[in-house]
């Protein structure tokens, strides 16, 4: 039998030192801290009140010690929605296609004005 014998990220990746280990995980780390401070202040350029205010506490309250558990959650949020159909473009929920064609029209013949 193989026997198999490194060091394993938390990323999961398996590395033959200890050095190459550590310098992948530094600079994972590195690469975390930056998304998340990029996203901190995109949020904050793009008007801050127009996601709730629990979303802006737990995004400008994260430690750094769960970057990496809640980029993982945004990542699979972000693909949910990229893969679900749903539209938010006309500030209303539907799926792409026809739905969302009748419900515009319905909405333009209802809308005041």
Known sequence: MLE???FRSFTGHL????????????????MQKEVMENFKNDIIAS?????????????NNCEEKDYAKNLQAL???????SNSGLNYEMNFVCYEGKERREIEEWLSRKAIG
Not at 47 to 59: G, H, Q, R, T, Y
Not at 75 to 81: Q, R, S
Request: net charge negative.
């Open 4 to 6: 198999v014998s490194g």
């Open 15 to 30: 590395f033959e030192n200890e050095e190459d280990c550590l310098a992948w995980e530094t600079r994972t780390m590195a």
């Open 47 to 59: 008007d801050p009140k127009s996601f709730p205010d629990e979303l802006v506490k737990a995004i």
């Open 75 to 81: 990542a699979k949020i972000a693909y949910w929605f």
